[in-house]
């Protein structure tokens, strides 16, 4: 993990928030690549949701809803972590990550901690950041930031079923940032307080519900094998009865090994009609579906697939980074799907001079309608190529002098290190073509 923590920091891809006033408690800022590289696991999310098919729709709800929503949720009441503080040093903890350890129920000492350590008895710390809406604070003007983006599609269940005209079954998806007062975030972006979140709430017949729970699970289980996660370090972890959410009968995890070991990416819930029977009780507004065909109303159930953008994004990292070799020196490459690279394509001028940089700015501005491309004149070429491995851009451009006679650059593979000469005028083409064809990884790394 360090590996890649210092990797983002040093190329710009995530850094620490508000560093320069030493930080802010498990906040992170995204730099250029970065931000690219998480706008192309959304994209990746959203071509799979919407544009591979035609029975779900997108929504961009607020982040601050009516605070009646989170009552009905059942977050106001039971969205607690169980907390316990040291004594002695101040710090906290979650009570129930402390019981898994030798130490016994009501553990009076911190893992690994001072002897002089001393905990508190446990209390409910509800997770939800409070602010004020409106001027003055005054009691009643109490409002959340979401801790979910799910609520948002289960208040707008109404809006969406009448103007799109969909009937189960449907899902709604949506991304969008959310708050957790995390007592324990860490591990980098895996657990923040402020996240990006990217879900999908499937509306179904009851009678469907198991069906669906089974084909999303697969579904979204094998998003992350497309985008090129190793299969053994990708696993589904079902949910045990006393693990399940309040409001779930049936979780499954997708769950990737990471640095710190197998932990969550991804929940697939059943959450049968609990959310929509909630809302319609709490709002007085009837939140079914008339179906003609049998001339019955009914609620319909709902699958969740729950990822987070950040998760994600860490786990793809972790997963490209590697370290290998090449002429005796050493390169670090990020080995990332063509398709999630932040940067698809390097144009480097061999020298500059000749009027090869003149050919590459010009070979530049051709590709960039297409493909995120970038242009780099400076240092030797070998050290340009190191730059581009380690940020994963899967081809390197390169100008040369045999270019200015006869309009071709030679594309260098990020991981065969394959060199091939293309026509400049064939070159969208080329590598339009190579970003669509399937990827795999080139050795386990
Ligand atoms: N609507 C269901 C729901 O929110 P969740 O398991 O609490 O379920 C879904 O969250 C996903 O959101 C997680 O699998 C994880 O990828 C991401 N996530 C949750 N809390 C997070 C945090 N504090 N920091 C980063 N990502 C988080």
Known sequence: MEKV????????????????????????????????????????????LLLDRDD?????????????????????????????????????????????????????????????????????FNLMFETTMGPVRETGAAVYLRPETAQGIFVNFKNVLSFSRKKPPFGIAQVGKSFRNEITPGNFIFRMREFEQMEMEFFVPPTEAERWFAYWTTARRDWYLELGLRADRLRLRPHDADELSHYSSATSDVEYLFPIGWSELEGIANRGDFDLTQHARFSGEKLEYFDQATSEHYVPHVIEPAAGADRAALAFLCDAYDEDEIGGERRTVLRLHPRLAPVKAAVLPLVRKDGQPELAREVRDALRERVMCEYDEGGAIGRRYRRQDEIGTPFAVTVDHQSLEDRTVTVRERDSLAQERVAIDALGDELERRLRAPWTRPHPG
């Open 5 to 48: 923590v210092s990797l983002c920091k040093r190329r710009g891809f995530v850094f620490p928030s508000s560093e320069i006033y030493g930080g802010i408690g498990s906040t992170y800022d995204y730099g250029h690549y970065g931000v690219l590289l998480k706008n192309n696991v959304k994209a990746q999310w959203w071509r799979a």
């Open 56 to 124: 779900v729709v997108a929504l961009d709800s607020a982040i601050i809803q009516h605070p009646r929503t989170w009552e009905a949720s059942g977050h106001l009441e039971g969205f607690t972590d169980p907390l316990v503080e040291c004594r002695t040093c101040g710090q906290r903890f979650r009570a129930d990550h402390l019981e898994a350890l030798p130490c016994g129920r009501k553990p009076s000492r911190h893992p690994g901690g001072d002897p002089a350590c001393d905990l508190t008895e446990s209390r409910s």
